[in-house]
């Protein structure tokens, strides 16, 4: 089944402790990105990446990082948790970005909900 | 910078009524225009898209047309049910700065019977 799983799904963590969210498609997107949704603000772009070895900031990336070593896997990290990061996070993936474009849908992973203490 | 702007809700309705959710955006270039839906506890999907101005889109009974004069990618459907409640998303995707992509704030929709 075509997919993109994000683990774990449920997170409660301490200021400071540094974590990651795993994010896997398998369906040989070169495409892949992480958003986060908070009340009243809709869906806010952190990071994204248009193939392996390739990302770049979205709206919101203070405090995260990525990386994407292979094409398949997109973890993101916080070094240093905070409460403000305390939020729903949606990891989703796309088939291209023909010609720098990004046309495709984006199918995405079923969330993380991450309570920072 | 691209921005969406949605229509706030919540929007509750009869079921049977027709549903309009206004989309308006603003964008350089040509941007490509999506409707996303969550449902309850899950992930967004898409619902629809329009890749260039006059397209329609369509699935499901919603449609929406990409108005290029007006910025907007307005949501309608002509008679809504209990299962169309749901969190619907309007996004563009910029055609001048690839890869970034814009949400708007989301539109709660309840279809009450």
């Known amino acids: 089944e075509a997919q993109v799983t994000q683990n774990p799904r449920y997170l409660i963590t301490v200021t400071g402790k540094k974590l990651t969210v795993t994010c896997s498609q398998n369906m040989n997107h070169e495409y892949m990105s992480w958003y986060r949704q908070d009340p009243g603000l809709g869906l806010r772009q952190i990071y994204y990446?248009?193939?392996?070895?390739?990302?770049d900031k979205g709206d919101v990336p203070e405090g995260y990082k990525v990386s994407r070593k292979e094409k398949r896997n997109f973890p993101l990290i916080l070094e240093s948790p905070s409460p403000n990061q305390t939020s729903l996070y949606f990891c989703a993936s796309s088939l291209s970005s023909r010609g720098g474009d990004l046309r495709e849908t984006q199918y995405f992973g079923p969330g993380t909900r991450l309570l920072v203490l | 910078g691209d921005s969406v702007t949605q229509m706030e809700g919540p929007v509750t309705l009869s079921e049977e009524a027709f549903l309009t959710i206004n989309c308006t955006y603003t964008?350089?270039?040509?941007?490509?225009l999506f409707w996303y839906v969550q449902y309850p506890g899950e992930g967004l999907q898409l619902l629809l898209k329009a890749t260039k101005a006059d397209d329609k889109g369509s699935n499901k009974g919603f449609e929406a047309t990409y108005r290029k004069e007006t910025t907007s990618f307005h949501l309608e459907k002509g008679s809504v049910q209990v299962s169309d409640s749901a969190v619907y998303f309007c996004a563009l995707s910029a055609s001048t700065n690839a890869g970034k992509s814009t949400f708007g704030d989301g539109t709660t929709l309840t279809v009450k019977p």
């Open positions: 990446s248009m193939n392996v070895e390739v990302t």
């Open positions: 964008a350089t270039g040509y941007p490509s």
